[in-house]
């Protein structure tokens, strides 16, 4: 995709606060963030979103969520973080990447507050 932003961090067309590379993923820090630890964990292959994953996609998920829980220790996060996935509009999701958002540190609110 040639005008997403996040296919243009990943070709290196955008500067970003780099966590991890490897030949299939990227991390980076949130430009953003909501807690002093938020980095986002990305496929290079672009996917709209999570709605659009299908079976071929499943090792890849699968590894990257294995990496987020590593790249979160090595991050400080210790005690534990919060990982997000928005997607679609109905799901609050802004860039239209699948990403992993990794946040931690500070006060982690609980993610739904009930009255
Ligand atoms: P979403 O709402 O789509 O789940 O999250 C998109 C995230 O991307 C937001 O937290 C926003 O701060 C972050 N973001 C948007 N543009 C950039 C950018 O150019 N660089 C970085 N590092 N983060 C970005
Ligand atoms: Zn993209």
């Known amino acids: 995709m040639t005008d997403c932003i996040f296919c243009k961090i990943a070709r290196?067309?955008?500067?970003?606060?780099?966590?991890?590379?490897?030949?299939?993923?990227?991390?980076?820090?949130d430009i953003n963030p909501v807690a002093p630890v938020h980095f986002m964990l990305i496929p290079?292959?672009?996917?709209?979103?999570?709605?659009?994953?299908?079976?071929?996609?499943?090792a890849l998920l699968g590894r990257m969520l294995?990496?987020?829980?590593?790249l979160a220790k090595e991050q400080g996060l210790e005690?534990?973080?919060?990982?997000v996935?928005?997607?679609g509009s109905g799901g609050g999701q802004e860039?239209?990447?699948?990403?992993i958002h990794i946040i931690g540190g500070g006060n982690i609110?609980?993610?739904?507050r009930r009255s």
């Open 79 to 83: 005690n534990g973080f919060r990982t």
């Open 12 to 29: 290196g067309e955008i500067p970003c606060r780099k966590v991890y590379e490897d030949d299939e993923v990227l991390a980076f820090h």
């Open 109 to 112: 609110p609980p993610m739904v």
């Open 66 to 70: 294995l990496l987020a829980s590593r």
């Open 44 to 58: 290079k292959l672009h996917l709209a979103s999570l709605a659009e994953a299908d079976a071929t996609h499943a």
């Open 85 to 87: 996935i928005n997607t």
């Open 95 to 99: 860039v239209f990447h699948l990403h």
